[in-house]
């Protein structure tokens, strides 16, 4: 099943990078429509499909063009393409946030959203800022329908108004999409603001922020008379906006604040009662699905309900918890009210326990507590992160409401009675805070996740863009689920791989967090996309892991990297696109790398179809203990370069594989767009111990004469022939004279001549280094040893000759 999590922010970074799609017009449309889709940004020629992570919608009619203008974007990146698609909506369609990507001919773009809403589709009508900025001139809206409208750019705060007709005691229900749109991927912030007046222009009713939306508005209420009602849509503190697009949905349904019980059992038909409504509670017989997780109600509101459902049956607040696991619901329904529920546990059980409350909308900010029989505290817990929650590609400036919504694992000290106790950790209370205590027995799990070090969507680290007859290679990480007690190595299993790809993944050996996962594409492979998921499986028999995949990305981006809205996915998207232009291949090294030494790749390009152009090349993964070179370009013409890898003294010897990535030139290197990417076919690199150390000894020499440094060799592994070894480091004014020194297995000694000039800066030097190269099936290998003290005195004076 295809999932999808979205979490509203609080709180902000900045960032510089160029995207493929900077958003997309209009922000959302109703079920049942056909609308325009204009994707605005880069690189955008030849669209071909969208990629939609959830169903109900389908994309057809593709056409490109190049704006008349290019626009800069707040980030340094730039607009100059639009793509346009038709969008047909289901009848039926999710409503709700539709993450998607757009797969060119050539590459696959970041996640943007399209939303989808229950009522027909209105567009405001104002076109400058001031002509619908009172009751006078409000745009007349019917009920159980959305506008798409704008907060317009302008020396001043741009106002809306909408104008609908109520009889008394009709509900008026109005609810704002606008933060949660996530227009833009840096800036854009769009923190709006409702008012609810009535004919004369008196305030009715009013909200900004909320417990269900956060800062997206939503206000509901029973029409006092018959007549004329305005909404008024603006800024809830001005700044100036930056594509301030919006949705309003105006309608006359329920729209439940909260659910109780805040979810139930697969597949069961839940009683449940809907809170919030100002006609007083409602009651509903709401039908579960068969499968455990997040179930989104809706019953006519413009967005649903989170609610739970899972394996195991409710216990609602005073009943007896008679086993576990159970499911516990509650509501803290007045200030410092408590909530306990008993249970038995024998001796060494380990229960997983979460609490939903904010997760799902509720106000409440629960705490979580475990006592003994005779009141003892145990355990306590009141908050938690993302990574415990499942959000493993999150980053630690991101903040959302979940994680107020406290995790803990239960490991029974003894058979005996213990109970849970609920409440809010500020002490209040009210009749909208609901929550729910799931607990479950501890499992192991491990998940994996496509997340670039900084959290961006940057193409060319996070992008799973592979050319027909070619190969791409990015980081695949992996990180244990909450409560994992499984240490031991790991492999990957791809699900949903499109017919002609395959993926090549090497084993993560335990503690080892990333690696290369390679996938290629068949020259015949189908030209698509597909969404696909990437599992961890225990290497040690009979181990059983669940896992999953997780794909994070901020939208509405800030200074400090913390955004207003995010999204967090369960699938991969994986494109096959047109082929390269290019193939690149790594010679697989004949000799070793040495600890603390150096070794040249040679790199051939096989060129197609008369491409002539420069090429970039680097190897985006290579593990700890190894670094390289800046990026190489392949100068246009030609069809190879060397490429140079270093090992530090600390990295583990073994056998290690590492791909180069190669792209073509222009476009933006760092995100990507507008390049196209390739990966060589991985080679293995043979990590060894050094052939020899070298011991410096301290040495000295004025200034102006010569010297010598002697140093000790210790062999840990023979070589044929001779190796040279010379010195780095030297300060200036000093050098090596005469020949290299060279040295065979055995020796025991090297001496190195040196000169100071008479103007080397006289000083104790204590970073003086050798370099041995030793050459091995005809090539050289090389590696740094020594560490030595060389002390540069003032010339003596010396009296003259007779």
């Known amino acids: 099943m295809r999932k999808l999590l979205c979490c509203t922010l609080l709180v902000f970074r900045a960032y510089a990078e160029q995207h493929m799609v900077e958003y997309l017009l209009p922000r959302g449309a109703g079920r049942g429509e056909i609308v325009e889709v204009i994707f605005h940004g880069l690189d955008l020629d030849d669209p071909r499909e969208v990629v939609f992570y959830r169903p109900g919608i389908r994309a057809v009619g593709f056409t490109s063009e190049t704006l008349n203008q290019t626009t800069r974007t707040a980030n340094g990146g730039s607009i100059s393409k639009a793509a346009k698609v038709r969008f047909e909506i289901a009848g039926d369609c999710p409503i ?11 590459s696959l773009s ?13 567009k405001e009508l104002e076109k400058n800022s001031g002509q619908n900025d009172s009751i006078e001139t409000a745009q007349l809206v019917s009920f159980n329908s959305t506008v798409n409208g704008e907060i317009l750019p302008g020396e001043g705060m741009d106002r809306d108004y909408y104008r609908v007709e109520a009889t008394k005691g009709q509900r008026i229900s109005l609810e704002v999409e606008s933060v949660r749109l996530g227009t833009l991927h840096y800036g854009g912030e769009n923190d709006l603001s409702i008012r609810l007046l009535d004919a004369k222009g008196n305030e009715t009713a009013a909200n900004s922020d909320n417990p269900l939306h956060g800062m997206d508005p939503l206000l509901t209420i029973l029409a006092p008379t018959t007549g004329s009602y305005y909404v008024e849509v603006m800024q809830q503190i001005f700044s100036a906006p930056r594509q301030g697009f919006y949705r309003l949905h105006i309608s006359d349904k329920p729209r439940p604040l909260a659910i109780y019980p805040a979810g139930g059992q697969v597949g069961e038909n839940l009683s449940a009662t809907l809170l919030g409504d100002p006609s007083g509670e409602l009651k509903e017989t709401i039908q579960l699905p068969n499968a455990p997780g997040n179930f989104e109600y809706s019953d006519g509101a413009p967005s649903s309900n989170t609610l739970r459902v899972s394996s195991y049956k409710n216990v609602l607040e005073g009943e007896p918890v008679t086993s576990l696991p159970a499911a516990l619901n509650g509501i803290i329904s007045t200030k410092g009210e408590a909530d306990v529920f008993n249970f038995i546990a024998k001796k060494g059980e380990s229960w997983r326990m979460r609490v939903y409350g904010r997760t799902l909308g509720s106000p409440v900010d629960p705490k979580i507590s475990i006592r003994s029989s005779n009141g003892k505290l145990l355990q306590q817990a009141d908050d938690s992160t993302l990574a415990e929650l499942g959000f493993v590609s999150s980053r630690s400036t991101w903040h959302i409401k979940d994680t107020l919504d406290p995790i803990l694992v239960f490991k029974a000290p003894a058979d005996g009675d213990y109970n849970i106790t609920i409440e809010d950790t500020r002490g209040q209370g009210g009749a909208l805070f609901v929550y729910r205590v799931e607990v479950e027995p501890l499992t192991n799990s491990v998940l994996t996740h496509i997340t670039y070090r900084e959290g961006y969507q940057i193409p060319r680290l996070t992008g799973l863009i592979v050319p027909q007859g070619n190969q791409w290679t990015l980081d695949v990480q992996i990180a244990p689920g909450f409560g994992n007690q499984y240490k031991g190595d790991i492999e990957l299993e ?6 002609g790809v395959t993926m090549q993944a090497p084993r993560y050996k335990a503690g080892t967090t990333v690696m290369p996962v390679q996938f290629t594409a068949a020259p015949d492979a ?23 995949s997780r794909y994070g990305l901020a939208l509405v981006n800030r200074r400090g990297l913390l955004p207003w809205h995010m999204v967090f996915l369960e699938t991969y998207a994986l494109a096959v696109t047109k082929p390269a232009p290019f193939h690149i291949e790594i010679e697989q090294p004949q ?58 003294s600390k990295i583990k010897p073994g056998e290690y594989q590492i791909a180069m990535n190669a792209s073509t030139v222009g476009g933006d290197a760092f995100s990507g767009v507008g390049r196209i990417r390739v990966s060589s076919p991985f080679i293995k690199v043979q990590v060894t111990e050094p052939y020899l150390t070298v011991t410096l000894l301290r040495a000295s020499v004025e200034r102006g004469h010569r010297g010598q440094i002697t140093g000790t060799l210790k ?3 023979l070589f044929d022939g001779k190796a040279a070894v010379t010195l780095k480091r030297l300060p200036n004014g000093v050098k090596l004279v005469g020949s290299i020194p060279e040295i065979m297995s055995g020796d025991t000694q090297v001496v190195f001549n040196v000169e100071a000039s008479e103007d080397a800066l006289a000083g104790l030097y204590k970073e003086i280094t ?33």
Not at 494 to 499: D, H, M, N
Not at 775 to 801: H, M, W
């Open 96 to 106: 709700g946030e539709h993450p998607l990507r757009l797969r060119t001919g050539t």
């Open 110 to 122: 970041e996640v943007v959203t399209f939303w989808v809403g229950p009522y027909p589709t209105v």
């Open 494 to 499: 791809a699900i949903g791989l499109p017919r």
């Open 526 to 548: 189908e030209q698509q996309a597909a969404l696909i998921e990437i599992f961890a499986k225990a290497v040690e028999p009979g181990v059983k892991l669940e896992s999953g």
């Open 591 to 648: 000799v070793p790398l040495a600890q603390n030494g150096e070794l040249t790749l040679q790199v051939k390009v096989v060129r197609h179809n008369a491409f002539n152009g420069a090429i970039e090349m680097q190897p985006d993964w290579l593990p700890q203990g190894l670094s390289k070179e800046n990026t190489v370009t392949i100068p246009a013409g030609k069809n190879g370069a060397k490429f140079t890898v270093s090992a530090d």
């Open 715 to 717: 062999h840990l592994k």
């Open 770 to 802: 050798c370099e041995v190269t030793v050459k091995e099936n005809g090539q050289l290998v090389k590696q740094q040893t020594g560490s030595g003290i060389l002390r540069v005195d003032p010339a003596k004076a010396r009296s003259a000759t007779k």
